[in-house]
């Protein structure tokens, strides 16, 4: 049996002409930047979200880096983030004339805590970027205590949600990427910022363009970056899915521990009240490489993530000289294990990779 470690085929199917539809319409219409698909899709996603204002750009990585600026987040300020992320959470902090600062995550929800910020604030730190590592919910309310702003990176979190608020409305700014792979994926490459506050809707509006707000007057050293009308209309197709592909990912997750997937491996721990949109399914095991090479054999796809975690990139050596040693990190990054996770992987997949996994147990006990 062929499971693939995403499924972003099938549960387009049943979708394609709609999209289709609108994407002739567009092009029809033949207005193809910040035109009328980009602004029903920012209402439609802000009212998903539960936010005043949601700002369309570029892609995720950008987001991050007009949200942080829209945040005023200047030059030589320092922004601490988890090291075990996706490099673009960091690279987005350099970009917007930042310090990042790695901090440590928790080796139950591998998200950054309370007690990981603490350990590295200094008097310099002006902003936290919390990751929604795999699609489950940082803990957000635990870190307003710093009383410092805080930026959601919630790429990979679309549909999930934390005591019954969205994931991306957690923090004073939120991002998203629609890259093709992720839960809400776009066509291409896609982004966007979610706030409740005005002030910095307004000031990420101006830096997706340049810096102006009416094409004449420059105010500010911006970005050319916005969600193009193609890639607006296919999510505005997409976004009245999401509640029920994040259903599948959480039914999936509930048919691996029903056949007893955690009898062999470390299970995925999300925060109580926490609803996990599952972007990934990771999990921990001694020999990760084994089991990746027994799912293989079995025509069953894993990938391990973040095995040299960012502050081990060659580009992040000179913000990474006073890191501290950061041991769960360096731990998931050697057991971390991701298995299929998909809206649509049934009870007979979840078994036969079960199955797979407990032949490597079995092998090694
Ligand atoms: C995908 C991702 C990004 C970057 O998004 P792009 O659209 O690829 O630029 C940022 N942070 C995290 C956690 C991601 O998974």
Redesign the pocket.
């Known amino acids: 049996m062929e499971v693939p470690l995403f499924d972003t085929e099938t549960p387009l199917r049943p979708l394609r002409a709609r999209i289709v539809e609108r994407v002739a319409a567009v092009i029809e219409r033949g207005v193809f930047i910040l035109g009328p698909e980009l602004q029903a899709f920012e209402r439609e996603l802000a009212e998903y979200l539960g936010v005043r204002h949601v700002v369309g750009v570029a892609?995720?990585?950008?987001a991050?880096t007009i949200a942080l600026r829209a945040l005023d987040v200047r030059r030589g300020d320092e922004v601490v983030v988890p090291s075990f992320?996706?490099y673009?959470?960091v690279e987005a902090i350099v970009t917007a004339g930042a310090r990042p600062v790695f901090c440590d995550v928790d080796p139950a929800t591998r998200n950054l805590s309370h007690e990981t910020v603490k350990a590295v604030l200094t008097r310099r730190t002006r902003a936290i970027v919390a990751?929604d590592?795999f699609g489950s919910p940082a803990p957000v309310p635990e870190l307003r205590a710093f009383g410092l702003p805080i930026l959601e990176?919630a790429?990979?979190a679309a549909g999930a949600s934390l005591a019954g608020r969205r994931a991306g409305s957690l923090g004073d700014a939120a991002t998203f990427?629609?890259?093709p792979s992720?839960n809400l994926g776009c066509f291409g490459?896609?982004?966007a910022i979610a706030t409740d506050d005005d002030d910095v809707a307004d000031l990420a509006r101006m830096l997706r363009f340049h810096g102006s707000r009416d094409k004449q007057t420059f105010e500010h050293i911006g970005y050319n970056s916005r969600l193009d009308e193609l890639q607006a209309a296919v999510l505005r197709v997409l976004l009245p899915e999401l509640d029920g592909f994040s259903a599948g990912r959480r039914a999936a997750a509930r048919a691996y521990e029903a056949a007893g997937l955690g009898e062999h491996v470390t299970l995925p721990v999300v925060l109580a009240g926490a609803e996990p949109a599952w972007h990934l399914y990771v999990i921990e095991h001694a020999r990760p490489e084994a089991v990746a090479a027994a799912a293989r054999e079995r025509g069953i796809q894993t990938r391990s993530y973040y095995q040299l975690p960012v502050h081990r990139q060659p580009a992040m050596r000179r913000f990474a000289i006073d890191t501290p040693p950061l041991p769960v990190t360096d731990e998931l990054a050697a057991r971390n294990l991701a298995l299929p996770i998909s809206p649509v992987l049934d009870e007979e997949q979840a078994r036969a990779v079960v199955a797979a996994v407990a032949a490597v147990a079995a092998a090694t006990a």
């Open positions: 892609n995720g990585t950008d991050i992320t996706f673009a959470s990751v590592l990176d790429a990979q990427s629609f890259y992720k490459d896609g982004g």
